[in-house]
């Protein structure tokens, strides 16, 4: 019997058969589906890359060659792509025939009918899992990268760390560089100078003649918050009585005979720093007891300067 085909029949037949050779042709994976998903026609790249034949994989659901960490986000995918009907993009990792997976991106789109139904879906898998494992080792160099620099920070505040360590000791071995001495008496003082020195108090140094008040004063000075300030020392024995609170206080042009000009006391000139006022037992009664309300004042006040005292 001889089979009679009409003109549609042979026409359709043909397109289809240009449309396989067009798919066996192209480059990548390509998968004609079903409106549910079920294969249809795959080109030889397919075939190759699954090792199964047509048959087979229409009886094998080729989800199960997803890699596990991708199949819900797979899964999801298609799933919005059925119910919207819109075209689907992603990338995920399939199993090839000898059980290693690779990057894949997929590409599905829709074939509607007249009534607008999707009779089926083309789906194009482009391998890119050059470009992933270029992306992987891109992102553990910046992790490593990352690492190192947090490395060399942890270092840096560790040698920044050390070397202020380094420095305090330093400091503390040299501060009273100009005072010589072992002693355990001198040690003692130098202590308490060590301890003295941050804080706003008025010091008594009380020692011989000789014995280095002064250095004592200029080493509380030195370490003290005022050290860029002025230190003014004033030796009370070796100034007249009648002119001492003069020196301390300053005076005011023609305050007394001889007052020419306007002379600023020793106190201003050491205004937020610190004035050393050796053998101050020397010092009248009376310029004593302007000095100690003086003093008074200022601690009130809450004024930087200071005092060192013999």
Not at 75 to 98: K, L, M, S
Not at 152 to 165: F, V
Request: aromatic letters at 6%; charged letters at 25%; glycine letters at 6%.
């Amino acid at each position: 019997m001889c089979e009679m085909r009409t003109q549609p029949e042979e026409a359709s037949s043909s397109s289809e058969e240009s449309f396989r050779l067009i798919v066996e042709t192209l480059p990548g994976l390509i998968a004609v589906m079903t409106a549910d998903g079920g294969v249809e026609h795959v080109n030889r790249q397919v075939l190759d890359y699954f090792g199964r034949t047509l048959e087979e994989l229409r009886q094998w659901g080729t989800t199960d060659a997803v890699h596990p960490a991708d199949l819900p986000r797979v899964t999801a995918a298609w799933q919005h792509a059925v119910h919207t009907g819109q075209p689907y993009e992603f990338e995920h990792r399939i199993r090839r025939a000898d059980g290693e997976y690779r990057w894949f991106q997929s590409r599905g789109l829709p074939l509607r009918d007249a009534d607008g139904r999707i009779v089926r879906w083309y789906n194009l898998l482009t391998d890119i899992d050059a470009r992933k494992q270029s992306e992987e080792q891109l992102r553990q160099s910046q992790a490593a990268l990352q690492a190192a620099f947090e490395e060399i920070q942890r270092l840096k505040d560790r040698l920044q760390d050390e070397n202020l360590a380094l420095r305090e000791e330093i400091d503390q071995a040299f501060m009273f560089e100009e005072i010589v001495g072992a002693s355990a008496a001198l040690t003692s003082v130098l202590s308490h100078v060590s301890k003295v020195a941050p804080t706003d108090s008025t010091v008594l140094i009380s020692g011989e003649t000789g014995t280095g008040k002064e250095l004592i004063a200029r080493a509380i000075h030195k370490h003290s918050r005022r050290a860029d300030r002025a230190f003014v020392s004033l030796n009370c024995a070796a100034t007249p009585p009648s002119l001492i609170a003069s020196e301390l206080f300053g005076h005011e042009k023609g305050a007394f005979t001889g007052a020419v000009q306007q002379r600023r006391g020793r106190f201003e000139l050491a205004h937020s720093g610190t004035i050393f006022l050796d053998e101050i037992g020397e010092i009248p009664m009376d310029t004593q007891i302007v000095l100690l309300r003086v003093l008074q004042s200022a601690r009130s006040s809450g004024s930087e300067g200071r005092a060192r005292f013999r």
